[in-house]
């Protein structure tokens, strides 16, 4: 089945330690996105691509970077986790933007 | 700045009732979109109602848009334990992206 994946679904990292958390799918679709979502809140859009076109949010960490090798995956880097940046992060693609999006199962990310 | 406002932020009724949430918005948007939320898991589409739509159906969903009061309404009817869930509405405003609300917990009791 045409599907999003992201792995690990847990994480457990140090303070300061980087991690990088993947995201892949198989829907050929042209937008994937990044969401931070914290405890009973909203996500939080991180950032997206569009094709290769990379779009950063204005308020998104510098701590946060983000690579998409090819159309199928896309990694988030956290280059410096605190233990603000404890969360679920959500991947989500779509065909087009502003389409429905289809998201990943989520990484539960834990920061020591 | 956080476009979509849900009410109620909770919602507890009996297994067969209806549900109904609410979502106000701020700017003019090409869609709105309404999404349901597992605890721990990820979000799952439910349906998208374009900005020249006024209502639309899917099953036991039934959305509104009033782009005059900037807000939608989603009904979930005979509700079923399987209901609960938060659902968090989004809107597209032009921009490559959604901007979701903070959502409504639903709980139904069985």
């Known amino acids: 089945d045409a599907m999003v994946i992201q792995n690990p679904r847990y994480q457990v990292t140090q303070f300061g330690k980087p991690v990088t958390l993947s995201c892949s799918q198989t829907?050929?679709?042209?937008?994937m996105y990044w969401y931070q979502q914290k405890s009973s809140q909203a996500p939080k859009l991180l950032f997206h691509y569009y094709d290769k076109d990379f779009n950063n949010e204005a308020d998104t960490p510098d701590n946060f970077q983000s690579r998409r090798p090819n159309t199928s995956f896309c990694f988030l880097d956290i280059r410096s986790p605190g233990l603000g940046d404890a969360a679920m992060y959500l991947c989500?693609?779509?065909?087009?933007?502003?389409?429905?999006?289809?998201f990943g199962p989520g990484t539960r990310l834990t920061v020591l | 700045s956080q476009q979509g406002e849900e009410d109620p932020q909770a919602l507890s009724i009996q297994e067969g009732e209806n549900a109904t949430m609410n979502c106000s918005y701020k700017t003019s948007i090409n869609n709105l979109q309404w999404y349901r939320q597992n605890s721990g898991r990820g979000l799952v589409h439910l349906i998208l109602i374009r900005s020249n739509e006024r209502e639309k159906h899917s099953g036991r969903l039934r959305v509104t848009l009033d782009t005059s009061k900037k807000s939608s309404s989603l009904l979930i009817t005979a509700s079923r334990a399987a209901d609960t869930a938060s659902y968090f509405c989004a809107t597209s405003q032009g921009a490559q992206k959604l901007v979701f609300g903070q959502g409504t917990r639903l709980t139904i009791n069985p």
């Open positions: 989500a693609t779509s065909r087009e933007s502003n389409n429905e999006q289809f």
């Open positions: 829907l050929n679709h042209n937008v």
